[in-house]
């Protein structure tokens, strides 16, 4: 089936649209534009901000205009990965899609339904002539996925909306009122090169599902920085290791599928026979959440230079030592973790080390907290260490007017209670909020599985549920 040819068909054309125009974090002008003709096309006041968020206006439709006013966000770029073996450059490339069953992939690469089916919706909306709906602005912020500098850098007195609607959260069933805050944890330092002294060897780890940092971390999947720490050290204290280069993870917001490292070992035979007896407990552990995980261990030859064993035995120390996953359950709100962190992004090249963290927290105390043990180790291991794009949470306010209208809407449409929850991704709202203090807002979606990772998948029915509770939400947004 054609992507354009699924109902609702005017999303999903818009969807398709979307997605052909190349729009990976921090590189949207191609993406920017496209949206900012999509407004002047339609005939709307138009208008990009000085960071690159773009702003629609579209008039109440006759009957609506004694309605408040809303605001309808989305982000526009998206996260951009693919498996090893797919050649595909996210710069220059559209999404390649298909259709499997109920669902909307991707061929082997991130499919973008975070946040394009907020986007399309938005769009979908702008161009109709029959969705009644008060005066809108559709806000389409960028960068949400690598700093959220789009939401930062919104300035006050932009806009008028008293709600806000943001449309990127990722199951059907939900009503987010909270979200979690967040800060990069980067440690880094430089080292000098030497020969190798030993044998070399290879380690090379693939095939795990990875996902979303923070709406997955607590589900035990495998973070390949993670196995890799711990292959590495089996042999920290017997083996004389000097490393020679590490390549793991990418993405902060992603868990990390892939990791590899180039070493040198005194004793090669020994070094693997004690990997590979770690190995195999590794595989068994992750036996039911990571069928596909592999790990190989191999001989290998290579004329780069390597940093002393002593430094590498520091760096070793530091990634075993690490947090990593969930740091602290919420006390508040059942089941909803509260901090977390995931150690991304582990390169060693030339020497040269970096080591990329995102912790999350709905509470800003725990949120330091846990990216000063972080601190502690990595600066104890003899790297310097810096916080980054702190940004904050999104308190809930489980009584606001919009939400009570909306489990109201819910439950007579499909006849049961939505889950009103808080979550613990990283949504803009909060971002928004500290300069909108008095704007209600909510976030809602389409159920989206195995967003930040090539298996990202969105669910054909759950689109068409969304896209009738939107226009019913919009069709009864209270008076002034």
């Known amino acids: 089936m054609e992507i354009t040819q699924i109902e609702p068909q005017i999303v999903w054309k818009n969807f398709a649209a979307l997605n052909a125009i190349p729009r990976p974090s921090k590189k949207e002008e191609k993406v ?44 526009l770029d998206m996260v951009c990965q693919k498996n090893n073996d797919v050649q595909f450059d996210f710069e220059t490339q559209g999404i390649q899609m298909e259709v499997d069953g109920d669902w909307v992939k991707a ?7 975070d946040n394009g089916l907020g986007v399309a919706s938005i769009m979908s909306v702008l161009e109709s002539s029959d969705i009644p709906h008060p005066a809108l602005e559709a806000l389409f912020t960028i960068d949400e996925e690598t700093g959220m500098t789009g939401a930062i850098g919104l300035k006050p007195g932009q806009l008028h909306g008293e709600i806000l609607l943001n449309l990127d959260t990722e199951e059907d069933d939900e009503i987010d009122i909270g979200c979690a805050g967040g800060i990069d944890v980067t440690a880094s330092q430089n080292y000098n090169l030497e ?9 090379e780890i693939k095939g795990l599902q990875g996902g979303h940092s923070g709406m997955d971390i607590h589900k035990g999947f495998g ?32 868990i990390p599928r892939e990791a590899n490292a180039i070493l040198s070992v005194r004793n090669v035979v ?52 690490a947090h990593n996953g969930v740091y602290r359950m919420s006390p508040d709100v059942a089941d909803l973790v509260e901090t977390s962190n995931n150690i991304a992004r582990v390169e060693l090249k030339n020497g040269a080390l970096r080591i990329l963290n995102l912790s999350r927290s709905s509470v800003d105390s725990t949120k330091f907290a846990v ?8 600066e104890l291991a003899g790297l310097e260490v810096e ?46 909020g500290a300069n909108y203090p008095e704007m209600e807002m909510v976030s809602f979606g389409p159920t989206i599985r195995g967003a930040h990772s090539p298996e990202e998948k969105a669910n054909i029915p759950s689109a068409q549920k969304f896209w009738g509770f939107l226009k019913e939400i919009l069709k009864e947004i209270p008076k002034k």
């Open 32 to 75: 920017i534009e496209f949206i900012k003709n999509f407004g002047e096309n339609l005939g709307l006041e138009t208008t990009v901000d000085e960071v690159g968020n773009v702003i629609i206006k579209k008039p109440a439709t006759a009957g609506m205009e004694d309605r408040k006013p809303i605001v309808m966000q989305s982000h």
């Open 107 to 113: 061929k082997g690469t991130t499919l973008g339904a």
């Open 195 to 203: 020969a190798s002294k030993g044998q070399i060897v290879k380690i």
């Open 223 to 254: 973070n390949a920085n993670v196995i890799l720490g711990r292959l590495l050290y089996t042999g920290v204290y017997n083996q004389n290791i000097q490393l020679i280069t590490i390549d793991g993870g990418g993405l902060r917001n992603a």
């Open 270 to 321: 020994e070094f693997i026979e004690d990997a590979n007896v770690l190995k195999a407990s590794i595989l068994e552990e992750f036996a039911n959440v990571e069928k596909d995980l592999q790990i190989n261990i191999e001989n290998f030859s290579t004329e780069e230079k390597a940093i002393s064993e002593e430094d590498s035995k520091k760096i070793i120390l530091a990634l075993k030592s």
């Open 371 to 378: 990216a000063e043990q972080l601190k502690s180790v990595f």
């Open 387 to 432: 916080f980054s794009g702190s940004y904050p949470g999104w308190k809930p306010k489980p009584g606001s007017e919009i939400v009570k209208i909306m489990e109201k809407i819910y439950e007579r449409d499909f006849g049961s209670k939505p889950h009103v929850v808080a979550c613990h991704a990283g949504l803009e709202c909060g971002i928004i």
